[in-house]
């Protein structure tokens, strides 16, 4: 029998639970949840995907517009810019590197997108974490273009042995390895009740879950058939099962 792989989206909380699970965050050029200033406490490493370096320089001092601008972009630096660099503005380069946030110039390579090359970064950082203590936070992942949103859901499936999480300020988005059974607890004061569930790149022909309005009992799901869309979470624990990977999607709370 599969292994089971427990997800639980404690970093919208306030505080964090007393286990080992350690987080990192990746900062991408749209706008940033408004919970952004929460993920960043939560992580231990902080990366801008080129670009994404301009919204935590304009936009962290408008979430917390009671502080004093300066003080904000001072406060919350990233450890490190790294990606092709055709995005990130002279001044904001200037004023990060000048903190002492590494930047890294990647423009060399084109084969890869400025996500796929922090996630790279973020696993050659923490080898020991990867498997299965760490989590990818990706901020301003979700919104914008939707090459770039597809972009982002294939470097899911690229890096499918680490959890890697997409937020925006109404969605959370991860991909459920076929590898693992899965166990998802549900923050009920923060997140749900709609959610999706599907697969990307292959039909699923087997998928069981249980712990929603409309469950699905050894369903196959594709593109052109059934995909589990505004489902609704009845649980506080959700199991998924399945013989193909899936992208699992449930709302954000607005009043957080």
């Not at 929460?38 to 994404?52: F, I, Q």
């Not at 292959?202 to 799901?221: F, H, I, K, N, V």
């Amino acid at each position: 029998m599969a292994e089971v792989l427990k997800h639980a989206s404690t970093f919208l909380l306030p505080h964090l639970p007393d286990n080992n699970r350690r987080f990192a965050l990746v900062v991408l050029n749209h706008q940033l949840p408004v919970f952004t200033p929460l993920l960043w406490e939560h992580a231990s490493l902080r990366v801008c995907a080129d670009g994404g370096a301009n919204r935590v320089y304009d936009e962290m001092p408008k979430l917390l517009s009671h502080e004093d601008p300066l003080d904000v972009r001072s406060r919350y630096k990233p450890d490190v810019i790294k990606g092709d660099m055709d995005s990130i503005r002279p001044e904001v380069q200037k004023f990060y590197a000048d903190l002492g946030t590494e930047v890294m110039d990647e423009s060399h390579d084109q084969d890869t997108t400025d996500l796929h090359k922090c996630v790279s970064y973020v696993r050659d950082c923490t080898p020991d974490l990867v498997k299965p203590s760490l989590s990818i936070l990706v901020a301003g992942a979700l919104g914008g273009r939707f090459d770039h949103e597809i972009g982002n859901i294939n470097v899911l499936h690229r890096f499918s042995d680490t959890q890697i999480i997409l937020l925006s300020d109404d969605s959370i988005v991860c991909l459920l390895p076929k590898t693992h059974r899965h166990e998802i607890y549900i923050q009920s004061s923060v997140e749900g009740p709609h959610c999706g569930l599907f697969p990307v790149g292959r039909p699923s022909l087997c998928t069981t879950t249980t712990g929603l309005q409309w469950d699905l009992t050894e369903s196959a799901m594709e593109f052109g058939g059934l995909i589990s869309t505004s489902n609704i979470v009845r649980e506080e624990k959700v199991t998924v099962r399945s013989d193909s990977d899936l992208i699992w999607t449930i709302s954000i709370r607005k009043s957080n």
